[in-house]
Antibody, heavy 123, light 110 residues
Framework: QVQLQESGPGQVKPSQTLSLTCTVS??????????WSWIRQHPGKGLEWIAF???????YYNPSLKSRLSTSVDTSKNHFSLRLTSVTAADTAVYYC???????????????WGQGTLVTVSS | QSALTQPASVSGSPGQSITISCAGT?????????VSWYQQHPGKAPKLMIY???NRPSGVSTRFSGSKSGNTASLTISGLQAEDEADYYC??????????FGGGTRLTVL
C-alpha cells in the first residue's frame, strides 16, 4: 500500500520561498498510471488544488499560483517537490501531497494522501 | 476558478439518511462525470469516499453513495453513524484543465 509523507520547514518568512518534498513509499513514483499532486488547506478552510506532476516532468498548475510555482520529480529518490516563491501570510496552510490515478487520460480523484504538513508564513 | 458550492453544515440522527449537495456549472460538475467526494476528520488527511460521481473505492461502506443531476452532484449517507461525523468535500475536473474543490460541509450526527 502506497504511503506519502510531506517534509519541509514549518515556518517561512514573508517574501521567501516555501519548499516541500513528498516522499513516496510502497510504490514507484515512476508508475505510468499515476500523477502526483499538491493540495493545500488554509486554517479552518476548504481544500485548494495546487499542482499535478508526472514522473516525466509533465505538469498542470493552478492558474492562481502558476507565476510563483515550480515543481520537480526525483525518480531516484522516489519523491517530488514543490517550490512556491514570494510567500505571504495567505500561503499559510496545511500542505498535502496526494496520488491521482490516470483514468482515460484524465486524473480526477485523489486516492492516497499524505498526513499533511503545516507551513506558517511569519516573520 | 470558483469553488464548488456546498452547504456549510448538515445534521442528522443516527440511523437517518442525509444528502450533501455540490453545485457547479456546465464547465465542471455538469460537463463531466469526474466528481469525487472526500471525508475529513479533524486533524486528519482527507479520505476518498466516491469517485466518478458514484463509484465507491474498495473498503468504503455501502452506506455512502453518489449521484449527479445537471450541474449538481450529491453525496448520500444512509444509516448515519457517529463515526460519519466529519467534514465532506466534493471535487471536480473542469473544462479549463484544472481541478476544483467545494467549500466543504460539516456533518453533525446528533
Amino acid at each position: 500500500q502506497v504511503q506519502l509523507q510531506e517534509s519541509g520547514p514549518g515556518q517561512v518568512k514573508p517574501s521567501q520561498t516555501l519548499s516541500l518534498t513528498c516522499t513516496v513509499s510502497g510504490g514507484s513514483i515512476s508508475n505510468v498510471g499515476y500523477y502526483w499532486s499538491w493540495i493545500r488547506q488554509h486554517p479552518g478552510k476548504g481544500l485548494e488544488w495546487i499542482a499535478f506532476i508526472y514522473y516525466s516532468g509533465s505538469t498542470y498548475y493552478n492558474p492562481s499560483l502558476k507565476s510563483r510555482l515550480s515543481t520537480s520529480v526525483d525518480t531516484s529518490k522516489n519523491h517530488f517537490s514543490l517550490r512556491l516563491t514570494s510567500v505571504t501570510a495567505a500561503d499559510t496552510a496545511v500542505y498535502y501531497c496526494a496520488r491521482a490515478p490516470i483514468v482515460g487520460a484524465i486524473m480526477y480523484y485523489f486516492d492516497s494522501w499524505g498526513q499533511g504538513t503545516l507551513v506558517t508564513v511569519s516573520s | 476558478q470558483s469553488a464548488l458550492t456546498q452547504p456549510a453544515s448538515v445534521s442528522g440522527s443516527p440511523g437517518q439518511s442525509i444528502t450533501i449537495s455540490c453545485a457547479g456549472t456546465s464547465s465542471d460538475v455538469g460537463g463531466y462525470n469526474y466528481v469525487s467526494w472526500y471525508q475529513q476528520h479533524p486533524g486528519k488527511a482527507p479520505k476518498l469516499m466516491i469517485y466518478g460521481v458514484s463509484n465507491r473505492p474498495s473498503g468504503v461502506s455501502t452506506r455512502f453513495s453518489g449521484s449527479k443531476s445537471g450541474n449538481t452532484a450529491s453525496l448520500t449517507i444512509s444509516g448515519l453513524q457517529a463515526e460519519d461525523e466529519a467534514d465532506y468535500y466534493c471535487s471536480s475536473y473542469t473544462a479549463s484543465i484544472t481541478w476544483v474543490f467545494g467549500g466543504g460541509t460539516r456533518l453533525t450526527v446528533l
